[in-house]
């Protein structure tokens, strides 16, 4: 049993939870690997992938977890909706509602949205991103990933490195891993690493080389471009130059280095493509976790019964 | 019209509690008389014989009514969110008997026909509305409202409100012109570019919470060059709702060597502190945004020391809409009128405040600011009295409030001290203590 009925924020989730939704997470990516991918786990349930902003691969991959779990399941997508029309948030939301679904994956530019919607709901809530704030599956199926490859969260340093403060992936991403006595370092601009963040218990450290040589593996934040102000960065090439993850560079090292990136990647920009496609890169497990690991969750939230058939 | 729950026909008798003049600061002995809402005299004896009805006021604490600077009732424009009657029954439930009005409505008050719209629509009520009128016409920055015909027919200041004069041309303008009417100059210190998208504090609790903040010196940038502009033209200046450390040193600075700079702080800015919106309270949402700690702290010794001179509410009301909009768009601002006493009390009676200093920042110190004449229980006089109940222990509804608008962020807290009776002339306000 998890501790919460939501899952909104990673914030203060116990060890205990986080340990659980990979374990589950890995009896779900068995499942995957049958000729029968699916399971009636939440037959009979509704669910309602709730998009008021843009995304393919995590729409995607809850889609696919929550088909695969034999759940009904429906999208809305904010283009479609009647928030251009002029309804509140609110109105929007509870309309919904009155359609009884048992939950709702939301994806939101408002930082706080997911927390906020449960005080006018019913369903259980998934955050599936709330603007620059958490995202906590896919920092879910980043730990399970650094599990699969490493077996272990003793002793392990991860670095983070891009734009921090435009990252709804790296907050998340900190209160797992520290949870998990991971260490962590950030890597980025500084005036993209927020204020205040060392104390969530973090090191800053804005050389890329001497960060890469500290890791056992990095995760790699996309560059992105419509979330930023004019003048952020001064150039791509000067990103590059200054805090690529570059072929040279992970070649310079003398050790391997685990690679991740949360998708969709700029290539040559953060990421050279062939570090992408290198074999210590595990990138498309991260994709596949990423199904497996919302099965977990939705799992874990929804279910009655207690088996995996 | 505005009407008190109880109308003090004939003569009353206020037995029992303690009378503070805040003018005079000193202690009164004795029973207050009214005569037909009229201050008769002080008397010791309970019952000086006649058809005389008696209120109760043993173990309370009698005073002035209060002064507030800094009030929005959205009448004109707004009128769903607030009324000029709504907003003074909310002042008198909060015991309030004057406030300040802040020219955002819609039109502005940037002409003295609108000035004078509020002071005739006001003029029978049992409040004393006095209006800020507009620094630049439409609050648009660019040119110089007619600030002596504002005055002539009621303009207590200028200000244009929560929107900045960015340009330091204007504001020296506007500062060196207002000289000769003796009001002072009131700047919404905020660096508009520094700010930009920002919704709250910058420290690690807008990291927290993944929202862009606005760092400390978007305020103090602001008032440095306020400062600065107001001491090379020798006039008058009001910083209004100070909310960074920054801040209160460079207004202790100037302070030491000019009289002509005074500063207000809000109940709300000295009560919480950024982590009280962990949960994404929009009703939090104010501008100057709620700072950390240490920045709370020196508010508190700002006010201490007098580097601040009185506490203003930045009364705001907002529709239930407004607010329940997710975090990023939800309008700023709280109300704060019928709060703003308790709230204050309860922060300030735990930092060691005296009653009395704590009352001089709602009656003498604003009066000092806006250079208001008050006096207390003068024979002949129409009787203006604050009843308040300092052991009072309660908790903040929604459904408290005489305003129209409920966006307070207090719902739910428990204050110290409440405000009982509010007198002025005939009309008694007595909030429902049960």
Not at chain 2, 88 to 102: D, E, P, R
Not at chain 2, 277 to 284: A, D, H, I, K, V
Not at chain 2, 360 to 379: A, H, Y
Request: aromatic share 6%; charged share 25%.
């Amino acid at each position: 049993m998890l501790s919460t009925r939501h899952f909104i924020s990673l914030k203060n989730t116990p060890k205990e939870d986080l340990m659980l939704l990979i374990e589950t997470g890995f009896s779900f990516r068995e499942v995957l690997d049958r000729p029968i991918k699916k399971v009636p786990t939440l037959s009979g349930k509704n669910i309602l992938n709730l998009f008021f902003e843009n995304s393919t691969r995590t729409r995607m991959s809850f889609e696919l977890a929550e088909k695969r779990l034999s759940a009904d399941v429906s999208n809305f997508s904010a283009s479609s909706s009647s928030l251009n029309k002029g309804e509140t948030f609110r109105d929007t939301v509870q309309n919904i509602q009155a359609m009884k679904v048992d939950c709702i994956v939301m994806r939101h530019p408002s930082p706080g949205s997911s927390l906020q919607i449960t005080k006018f709901v019913d369903s259980i809530v998934i955050n599936a991103g709330d603007g620059c704030h958490e995202h906590p599956t896919q920092a879910m199926l980043d730990v399970m990933s650094l599990y699969e490859r490493f077996k272990t969260f003793k002793d392990l340093k991860v670095a983070i490195i891009g734009d921090i403060l435009h990252s709804r992936v790296a907050l998340s991403n900190i209160y797992a891993l520290t949870t998990l006595g991971v260490e962590v370092t950030l890597c980025g601009p500084p005036h993209l690493i927020p204020v205040g963040i060392e104390e969530l218990g973090v090191h800053i450290n804005y050389n890329i080389d001497e960060v890469l040589d500290w890791a056992d593996a990095v995760n790699i934040l996309r560059i992105q471009r419509e979330r930023m102000g004019i003048g952020l960065i001064p150039s791509i090439r000067e990103y590059r130059e200054i805090f690529g993850v570059t072929k040279q560079r992970v070649e310079n090292l003398k050790k391997e280095l685990v690679i991740m990136h949360p998708g969709p990647i700029n290539r040559g920009v953060e990421l050279d493509g062939n570090v992408a496609d290198s074999e210590n890169s595990i990138i498309l497990d991260q994709v596949l976790n990423g199904v497996a690991m919302r099965m977990s969750i939705l799992y874990h939230l929804l279910s009655e019964g207690d088996a995996i058939k | 019209m505005i009407k008190g729950d109880k109308i003090l026909k004939g003569k009353w008798l206020l037995t029992g509690g303690k009378i503070y003049d805040p003018f005079k600061e000193k202690y009164l002995k004795g029973n207050i008389l009214i005569d037909n809402g009229k201050f008769e005299r002080l008397t010791t004896n309970k019952s000086p014989g006649g058809d005389i009805n008696t209120l109760d006021c043993s173990n309370k604490f009698i005073t002035h009514p209060f002064i507030d600077l800094h009030a929005h009732f959205r009448e004109p424009g707004r009128e769903n969110k607030e009324t000029l009657e709504s907003g003074c029954l909310s002042a008198l439930y909060g015991g309030y008997t004057t406030v300040c009005l802040m020219p955002n409505t819609n039109p502005p008050i940037d002409t003295p026909e609108l000035i004078k719209f509020i002071m005739d629509k006001t003029s029978d009520y049992p409040i004393s509305v006095l209006p800020i009128g507009a620094i630049t016409n439409a609050q648009s920055g660019k040119e110089l409202t007619e600030i002596g015909l504002m005055v002539k027919e009621g303009a207590v200041a200028i200000s244009d409100d929560g929107i900045p004069v960015e340009d330091s041309r204007i504001m020296r303008y506007a500062l060196e012109y207002s000289k000769m009417f003796g009001i002072p100059v009131i700047n919404h210190a905020e660096d508009v570019f520094l700010r930009s998208g920002a919704t709250m504090h910058e420290s690690v609790e807008s990291t927290k919470l993944g929202l862009l903040g606005s760092p400390h010196i978007t305020e103090s940038i602001m008032v440095s060059r306020d400062l600065m502009i107001n001491e090379y033209v020798n006039s008058k200046i009001h910083v209004p709702h100070v909310s960074s450390k920054e801040s209160v040193e460079i207004i202790r600075r100037y302070k030491k060597s000019h009289n002509t700079v005074s500063a207000e702080v809000t109940p709300h800015h000295i009560y919480f502190n950024d982590s009280s919106l962990s949960s994404f309270n929009s009703n939090l949402k104010v501008a100057p945004p709620i700072r950390s700690e240490e920045h709370r702290k020196s508010l508190i010794s700002g006010l201490k020391d007098g580097t601040i001179d009185c506490i203003a509410t930045d009364h705001a009301t907002h529709n239930i809409e407004e607010k329940e909009n997710n975090f990023v768009h939800a309008s700023c601002g709280m109300i704060g009128l019928e709060t703003a006493f308790s709230g204050s009390y309860t922060t300030l009676n735990r930092e060691k405040f005296s009653i009395e200093k704590i009352i001089s920042l709602f009656t003498s110190g604003p009066c000092r600011v806006m250079n208001i004449q008050k006096e207390f229980l003068t024979k002949g006089n129409s009787a203006e009295i604050v009843v308040i109940d300092l052991e009072k222990e309660w908790r903040v509804s929604k459904d408290d409030f005489k305003s129209k608008s409920s966006n307070s962020g207090f719902i739910d807290e428990s204050l110290n001290s409440r405000v009982i009776y509010t007198i002025s002339g005939k009309d008694c306000f007595i909030n429902d203590t049960k």
